[in-house]
């Protein structure tokens, strides 16, 4: 069974930073694009920033300069350090992925449980 796990969330102040990592687990065949997306109370999830396997990045405007994605094909895992964190940026975080699985061999879109991130004033 496919898993998508996130980690790294907390408390900490404004300006501060938190790195994020989710991993992939289970029987998968390749990893497309990764990303992370963020819901704050009260609003719809939004995009943050996604890598394709290549490399290729993507950011919300919002978070360019402050946040970088990385990811480690190897490893299956997708990495979010957060840099001059912002109390805007409270959400809880999603790990996305597509991926095809042993089986059924299509592409998938998977998200994890998610990860709560806390920026105080």
């Known amino acids: 069974q496919v898993q998508l796990v996130e980690s790294g969330g907390g408390l900490v102040q404004a300006g501060g930073s938190l790195r994020l990592s989710c991993a992939a687990s289970?029987?998968?065949?390749?990893?497309?694009?990764m990303g992370w997306f963020r819901q704050a109370p009260g609003k719809q999830r939004e995009l943050v920033s996604t890598?394709?396997?290549?490399?290729?990045?993507n950011y919300a405007g919002s978070v360019k300069g402050r946040f970088t994605i990385s990811r480690d094909n190897a490893r299956k895992m997708v990495y979010l350090q957060m840099n001059n964190l912002f109390p805007e940026d409270t959400a809880v975080y999603y790990c996305?992925?597509?991926?095809?699985?042993?089986?059924?061999?299509?592409?998938?879109?998977?998200w994890g449980k998610g990860t709560l991130v806390t920026v105080s004033s």
């Open positions: 890598i394709t396997s290549g490399g290729n990045t």
């Open positions: 289970g029987s998968i065949v390749s990893i497309n694009r």
């Open positions: 996305n992925a597509d991926l095809m699985p042993q089986w059924p061999q299509i592409t998938m879109n998977y």
